[in-house]
C-alpha cells in the first residue's frame, strides 16, 4: 500500500493544543508542508507570535523564535538581515498583526523584507477569550463589543491585504480560506507561492488565511466554517492583491 | 593602541562597537545620541555582512535586536531616555530568551518629553530592571571618552559571557563631548561560550538540539526555576564584574559618590577641597549594577560623611545608603532637568557640612 | 479499497473530517480518549475510496491515508 496522505514531519509530535475544530492546525499543517515540499527545513527559522499560536515554536520542527506581542516582523528583520540565506518566516493573528504589530508589520512590507508572513484572521482575540479584533466584522458580537461591533464608536475592520497591496515593497500578498477542502488546497498553493518569492529572493511575501474560532463565536466547528463562508469572505474577498514577477 | 583621534563620544562608542566585531545595528533618532546610528549607517554598510537599519520606532529597533542577537550575532541599538521606556519590553524579552547584546543610553533630562540636556534621572531604571519581571541588566558608566570606547568594547565580551543585555548608561555630555581617544587592538576574550543556542536553521541531523529562543515558560514552577538560574548568573555578575574607581579615599573625612560626567566635577571639586585643607576623597563606581558597595562600606569605616552628587533628585544615593548601612551620614546633592551641578556648588555643599560638623 | 489510520488520542473529536467524506464513511466513536473527546472512527472501511479529503480538513493531522 502506498501513502497517500500523512503529517509531514515538519510538525512535531507535539500534540496542539488548539480547541477542537480550530482551523490553526490546518493552517500549521500548510505551512508545515510547504517546508517540506520546498526542502528548507534546515534554513527555516519560525517566528511565534503572541495569541493562539504562541506555542507554534513547540509545533514546527524549525529553529524558532518566541517574539513579543505584535513584533514578530521585527523579530524576523533582525533574523533575516543576519543570515540572508535563512527562510524567515512569521505566524501571527489579527490581534498581534492587525493591531499592536500594524506598524512593524507596514514597515516590514515597505521595505520589501524577505520574509513570509503567515496571517491568520479569524476576527477575533481568541487566546484572551474572544474580545474584539480589528478585524472584528460590524455588528459581531464579542466580549468586549457586547451589543455587536459599532464603527460609529470603533471604527471599521481593516483589509490587511489591501491595504499592504498599496505599498511598492510586497512582491506577493494573497487571501485565502481553509472552510473547506478546495480551498485549503488553494491556500496551500499561495503559502508555497509565498515561501518561493522569498526564495527567489523576490522580496516580502504575506498570505493572510481565513480561519475560524469556534469557541469565541461560539459555534460548532461546522457551523463556524458555514459563518466564515458567508460573512468574512464578502468582507474579506479571496484572491492574489499583489504579485510582482 | 591605535592611533591618537580626537573624537566625540557617540563617534567613539560606535566605531569602538565596530572594532569589537558589532556588525549589526538598529535604531531610531533621538537627541542627544544621533551621531550613533549616523555613523553606523556610513560604516556598516561597508563592512562585510554589515547591517545598519532605521526602525520604524524605538520599539521595533529593540526587537530587530532580539532577532538578530537570536541568530548569533553581536549587535547593538542606542536611544536617550524617552527611547530607553520604549524599549523596556523589548529588553525585559531579551533577558528572559537569555540574549547578549549592547545598548546604549544616552540619558536626557525627565520626565516625560523632558529636555535635551544631559541627566542621570534614569539610574532607577537601568539599575531595578527596567522593564516587566525579575531581572537585572550590567549597566556601565563611563565618564570619559577613553572610557566608553573601552567598556562598550567590554560590554560585547560581557553580553556574550552571560548571554545577558548590558547597558551603557552615558549622558548628553558624554555622547556630545569630544576628548583624544585611542581605539584599543580589540580580542575577545578567549574563554567566551560558542553560540550552540543560535537559531541559524536546524534538521534532525544537526548536531545540535532546535533552537527554541523564548521567554514563556507557562508552568510556574518551571518560570521559577528559570528565574533562578538567571540570579545565579546575576550572583556571579555581583562577584566578578564589580568595578569602581576611588580617588584619595584613605584618609578622607568626606567621601563624594559620583558617576559618568558627575564624577568629572566632583573630581575637580574634590582637589579644590584638598587645597583648601578640607580632606575629601572620591568614589566612582563604573558599574552601576552590580554596585560597588564593598568599597563604599570599607569607606565608611573611616570617613565621616558621604556626599552622593547626582544629575538627577538622588536616585544612586539610595544604593550608597544601603551600602553604607547607617554607619555614618550620607547627604546628597543634586540638579535636573538637564543642569549640570558646578564645581563651586559641589564645593559649598562640602564646606557647609564641615562647618557645620555634619 | 484505501485504509485510514486515526491517531485516537490526538483525535479532538471536532467532526470535520466527517463533514467532508463523499462516502460518509466516518463517525464519531462511542468511546472516549485519554482526553475526554469521542475521536473519529471508520464505519466502513470498504467504501473508502482514498481521496484524503478527511486528512487534508483535519485540523489535528491525526488521519493517514494509504491506497
Same mark, same amino acid.
Given at each position: 500500500?502506498?501513502?497517500?496522505?500523512?503529517?509531514?514531519?515538519?510538525?512535531?509530535?507535539?500534540?496542539?493544543?488548539?480547541?477542537?475544530?480550530?482551523?490553526?492546525?490546518?493552517?500549521?499543517?500548510?505551512?508545515?508542508?510547504?517546508?517540506?515540499?520546498?526542502?528548507?527545513?534546515?534554513?527555516?527559522?519560525? &517566528?511565534?507570535?503572541?495569541?493562539?499560536?504562541?506555542?507554534?515554536?513547540?509545533?514546527?520542527?524549525?529553529?524558532?523564535?518566541?517574539?513579543?506581542?505584535?513584533?514578530?516582523?521585527?523579530?524576523?528583520?533582525?533574523?533575516?538581515?543576519?543570515?540572508?540565506?535563512?527562510?524567515?518566516?512569521?505566524?501571527?493573528?489579527?490581534?498581534?498583526?492587525?493591531?499592536?504589530?500594524?506598524?512593524? &508589520?507596514?514597515?516590514?512590507?515597505?521595505?520589501?523584507?524577505?520574509?513570509?508572513?503567515?496571517?491568520?484572521?479569524?476576527? &477575533?482575540?481568541?487566546?484572551?477569550?474572544?474580545?474584539?479584533?480589528?478585524?472584528?466584522?460590524?455588528?459581531?458580537?464579542?466580549?468586549?463589543?457586547?451589543?455587536?461591533?459599532?464603527?460609529?464608536?470603533?471604527?471599521?475592520?481593516?483589509?490587511?491585504?489591501?491595504?499592504?497591496?498599496?505599498?511598492?515593497?510586497?512582491?506577493?500578498?494573497?487571501?485565502?480560506?481553509?472552510?473547506?477542502?478546495?480551498?485549503?488546497?488553494?491556500?496551500?498553493?499561495?503559502?508555497?507561492?509565498?515561501?518561493?518569492?522569498? &526564495?527567489?529572493?523576490?522580496?516580502?511575501?504575506?498570505?493572510?488565511?481565513?480561519?475560524?474560532?469556534?469557541?469565541?463565536?461560539?459555534?460548532?466547528?461546522?457551523?463556524?466554517?458555514?459563518?466564515?463562508?458567508?460573512?468574512?469572505?464578502?468582507?474579506?474577498?479571496?484572491?492574489?492583491?499583489?504579485?510582482?514577477? | 593602541?591605535?592611533?591618537?583621534?580626537?573624537?566625540?563620544?557617540?563617534?567613539?562608542?560606535?566605531?569602538?562597537?565596530?572594532?569589537?566585531?558589532?556588525?549589526?545595528?538598529?535604531?531610531?533618532?533621538?537627541?542627544?545620541?544621533?551621531?550613533?546610528?549616523?555613523?553606523?549607517?556610513?560604516?556598516?554598510?561597508?563592512? $562585510?555582512?554589515?547591517?545598519?537599519?532605521?526602525?520604524?520606532?524605538?520599539?521595533?529597533?529593540?526587537?530587530?535586536?532580539?532577532?538578530?542577537?537570536?541568530?548569533?550575532?553581536?549587535?547593538?541599538?542606542?536611544?536617550?531616555?524617552?527611547?530607553?521606556?520604549?524599549?523596556?519590553?523589548?529588553?525585559?524579552?531579551?533577558?528572559?530568551? $537569555?540574549?547578549?547584546?549592547?545598548?546604549?543610553?544616552?540619558?536626557?533630562?525627565?520626565?516625560?518629553?523632558?529636555?535635551?540636556?544631559?541627566?542621570?534621572?534614569?539610574?532607577?531604571?537601568?539599575?531595578?530592571?527596567?522593564?516587566?519581571?525579575?531581572?537585572?541588566?550590567? =549597566?556601565?558608566?563611563?565618564?570619559?571618552?577613553?572610557?566608553?570606547?573601552?567598556?562598550?568594547?567590554?560590554?560585547?565580551?560581557?553580553?556574550?559571557?552571560?548571554?545577558?543585555?548590558?547597558?551603557?548608561?552615558?549622558?548628553?555630555?558624554?555622547?556630545?563631548?569630544?576628548?583624544?581617544?585611542?581605539?584599543?587592538?580589540?580580542?575577545?576574550?578567549?574563554?567566551?561560550?560558542?553560540?550552540?543556542?543560535?537559531?541559524?536553521?536546524?534538521?534532525?541531523?544537526?548536531?545540535?538540539?532546535?533552537?527554541?529562543?523564548?521567554?514563556?515558560?507557562?508552568?510556574?514552577?518551571?518560570?521559577?526555576?528559570? =528565574?533562578?538560574?538567571?540570579?545565579?548568573?546575576?550572583?556571579?555578575?555581583?562577584?566578578?564584574?564589580?568595578?569602581?574607581?576611588?580617588?584619595?579615599?584613605?584618609?578622607?573625612?568626606?567621601?563624594?559618590?559620583?558617576?559618568?560626567?558627575?564624577?568629572?566635577?566632583?573630581?575637580?571639586?574634590?582637589?579644590?577641597?584638598?587645597?583648601?585643607?578640607?580632606?575629601?576623597?572620591?568614589?566612582?563606581?563604573?558599574?552601576?549594577?552590580?554596585?560597588?558597595?564593598?568599597?563604599?562600606?570599607?569607606?565608611?569605616?573611616?570617613?565621616?560623611?558621604?556626599?552622593?552628587? $547626582?544629575?538627577?533628585?538622588?536616585?544612586? =544615593?539610595?544604593?550608597?545608603?544601603?551600602?553604607?548601612?547607617?554607619?555614618?551620614?550620607?547627604?546628597?546633592?543634586?540638579?535636573?532637568?538637564?543642569?549640570?551641578?558646578?564645581?563651586?556648588?559641589?564645593?559649598?555643599?562640602?564646606?557647609?557640612?564641615?562647618?557645620?560638623?555634619? | 479499497?484505501?485504509?485510514?489510520?486515526?491517531?485516537?488520542?490526538?483525535?479532538?473529536?471536532?467532526?470535520?473530517?466527517?463533514?467532508?467524506?463523499?462516502?460518509?464513511?466516518?463517525?464519531?466513536?462511542?468511546?472516549?480518549?485519554?482526553?475526554?473527546?469521542?475521536?473519529?472512527?471508520?464505519?466502513?472501511?470498504?467504501?473508502?475510496?482514498?481521496?484524503?479529503?478527511?486528512?487534508?480538513?483535519?485540523?489535528?493531522?491525526?488521519?493517514?491515508?494509504?491506497?
Amino acid at each position: 500500500m502506498a501513502v497517500i496522505y500523512e503529517k509531514t514531519g515538519i510538525l512535531t509530535d507535539t500534540p496542539l493544543h488548539y480547541c477542537p475544530g480550530c482551523t490553526h492546525g490546518i493552517i500549521h499543517r500548510l505551512v508545515a508542508e510547504a517546508i517540506d515540499e520546498l526542502g528548507i527545513q534546515g534554513k527555516t527559522i519560525g &517566528i511565534a507570535p503572541v495569541g493562539c499560536a504562541v506555542f507554534a515554536y513547540n509545533y514546527f520542527n524549525t529553529d524558532m523564535m518566541e517574539a513579543a506581542h505584535g513584533r514578530a516582523p521585527a523579530v524576523a528583520t533582525g533574523c533575516k538581515r543576519v543570515n540572508p540565506d535563512n527562510i524567515v518566516f512569521t505566524y501571527q493573528g489579527d490581534g498581534d498583526l492587525a493591531s499592536i504589530g500594524a506598524a512593524e &508589520i507596514t514597515h516590514a512590507a515597505t521595505r520589501g523584507e524577505n520574509i513570509t508572513v503567515i496571517f491568520v484572521n479569524n476576527a &477575533i482575540y481568541g487566546m484572551t477569550g474572544g474580545q474584539m479584533a480589528p478585524t472584528t466584522l460590524p455588528g459581531q458580537v464579542t466580549t468586549t463589543s457586547p451589543y455587536g461591533r459599532d464603527p460609529a464608536l470603533c471604527g471599521y475592520p481593516i483589509r490587511v491585504s489591501e491595504m499592504l497591496a498599496t505599498l511598492d515593497g510586497p512582491a506577493y500578498i494573497a487571501r485565502c480560506s481553509v472552510h473547506d477542502v478546495k480551498h485549503i488546497m488553494d491556500a496551500k498553493k499561495c503559502i508555497k507561492k509565498a515561501f518561493e518569492t522569498q &526564495i527567489a529572493k523576490k522580496g516580502f511575501s504575506m498570505v493572510e488565511v481565513l480561519s475560524s474560532c469556534p469557541t469565541n463565536w461560539g459555534m460548532t466547528p461546522r457551523e463556524a466554517l458555514n459563518w466564515l463562508e458567508a460573512n468574512m469572505i464578502p468582507q474579506y474577498p479571496l484572491g492574489v492583491k499583489k504579485e510582482v514577477e | 593602541m591605535g592611533q591618537k583621534m580626537l573624537m566625540k563620544g557617540n563617534e567613539a562608542i560606535a566605531e569602538a562597537a565596530i572594532q569589537a566585531g558589532c556588525r549589526f545595528f538598529f535604531g531610531y533618532p533621538i537627541t542627544p545620541q544621533n551621531q550613533i546610528p549616523e555613523y553606523m549607517s556610513k560604516r556598516l554598510p561597508k563592512m $562585510e555582512g554589515g547591517c545598519f537599519l532605521q526602525a520604524e520606532s524605538e520599539v521595533a529597533a529593540i526587537n530587530m535586536v532580539y532577532g538578530a542577537a537570536g541568530a548569533g550575532a553581536r549587535v547593538m541599538t542606542s536611544s536617550s531616555s524617552p527611547g530607553i521606556s520604549l524599549k523596556q519590553e523589548g529588553i525585559s524579552y531579551i533577558v528572559g530568551a $537569555e540574549l547578549p547584546c549592547v545598548i546604549v543610553n544616552m540619558v536626557r533630562g525627565g520626565p516625560g518629553l523632558g529636555s535635551i540636556q544631559p541627566a542621570q534621572s534614569d539610574y532607577y531604571q537601568s539599575t531595578r530592571g527596567g522593564g516587566h519581571g525579575d531581572y537585572r541588566m550590567l =549597566v556601565l558608566a563611563p565618564s570619559s571618552v577613553q572610557e566608553a570606547v573601552e567598556l562598550t568594547q567590554m560590554a560585547f565580551d560581557l553580553a556574550d559571557r552571560y548571554r545577558n543585555p548590558v547597558l551603557i548608561m552615558g549622558d548628553g555630555l558624554i555622547g556630545q563631548m569630544m576628548e583624544p581617544v585611542e581605539m584599543p587592538d580589540y580580542h575577545p576574550a578567549a574563554d567566551l561560550p560558542p553560540k550552540t543556542w543560535a537559531a541559524t536553521g536546524w534538521t534532525p541531523q544537526s548536531d545540535r538540539e532546535r533552537a527554541i529562543i523564548n521567554s514563556l515558560y507557562i508552568d510556574p514552577a518551571v518560570l521559577e526555576k528559570h =528565574v533562578n538560574h538567571l540570579y545565579e548568573k546575576y550572583a556571579v555578575m555581583e562577584q566578578t564584574e564589580c568595578r569602581w574607581q576611588e580617588e584619595m579615599t584613605e584618609d578622607a573625612d568626606y567621601i563624594l559618590v559620583a558617576y559618568g560626567t558627575t564624577a568629572r566635577i566632583a573630581r575637580s571639586a574634590m582637589r579644590k577641597l584638598r587645597e583648601e585643607g578640607i580632606k575629601a576623597g572620591l568614589i566612582r563606581p563604573i558599574t552601576l549594577w552590580p554596585f560597588p558597595s564593598a568599597p563604599i562600606a570599607q569607606a565608611a569605616e573611616h570617613a565621616r560623611a558621604f556626599l552622593t552628587v $547626582e544629575m538627577s533628585m538622588g536616585q544612586m =544615593v539610595d544604593d550608597v545608603r544601603l551600602a553604607v548601612d547607617g554607619k555614618k551620614p550620607v547627604h546628597f546633592f543634586g540638579r535636573t532637568g538637564g543642569i549640570v551641578p558646578t564645581v563651586r556648588e559641589i564645593i559649598t555643599q562640602v564646606e557647609n557640612l564641615a562647618k557645620e560638623g555634619k | 479499497m484505501a485504509l485510514l489510520t486515526i491517531a485516537r488520542e490526538t483525535c479532538k473529536g471536532c467532526g470535520l473530517c466527517a463533514d467532508v467524506c463523499p462516502k460518509k464513511i466516518l463517525a464519531l466513536s462511542k468511546e472516549i480518549n485519554s482526553k475526554g473527546y469521542h475521536p473519529i472512527a471508520v464505519t466502513d472501511q470498504e467504501k473508502c475510496i482514498g481521496c484524503a479529503f478527511c486528512a487534508r480538513m483535519c485540523p489535528d493531522a491525526v488521519i493517514k491515508v494509504e491506497k
